[in-house]
Nanobody, 122 residues
């Protein structure tokens, strides 16, 4: 069982940056692939990024490539999402999730956080 708590969301102007954090409970955090997803109003939840359990492999949704960076610190049981060059279309609730996937795939996530709101103004 893994419990996830996101933080770091907020209001930022277009072109700005935010860093989201996701703190995980449990001694087996390092064995999970971790992902970030987002859901904008009126839209389905979509995959943003994922990182394998030792951080060797990452995967990004096309629209965030080159702007967002996912990383993890297994000693701190924390995964991060650095978001640069933010756009109004990045506005959404961002969710952290954990999976037993071996690879950082955009599916197969069993544990979810409560989400943190990111709002990008134009």
């Amino acid at each position: 069982q893994v419990q996830l708590v996101e933080s770091g969301g907020g209001l930022v102007q277009a072109g700005g940056s935010l860093r989201l954090s996701c703190a995980a409970s449990g001694r087996t955090f390092s064995s999970y692939t971790m992902g970030w997803f987002r859901q904008a109003p009126g839209k389905e939840r979509e995959f943003v990024a994922a990182i394998s359990w030792i951080g060797a492999n990452t995967n990004y949704e096309d629209s965030v490539k080159g702007r967002f960076t996912i990383s993890r610190d297994n000693a701190k049981n924390t995964v991060y999402l650095q978001m640069n060059s933010l756009k109004p279309e990045d506005t959404a609730v961002y969710y952290c999730a954990a999976s037993r996937n071996v690879v950082p795939a955009p599916y197969g996530y069993n544990y979810w956080g409560q989400g943190t709101q990111v709002t990008v103004s134009s």
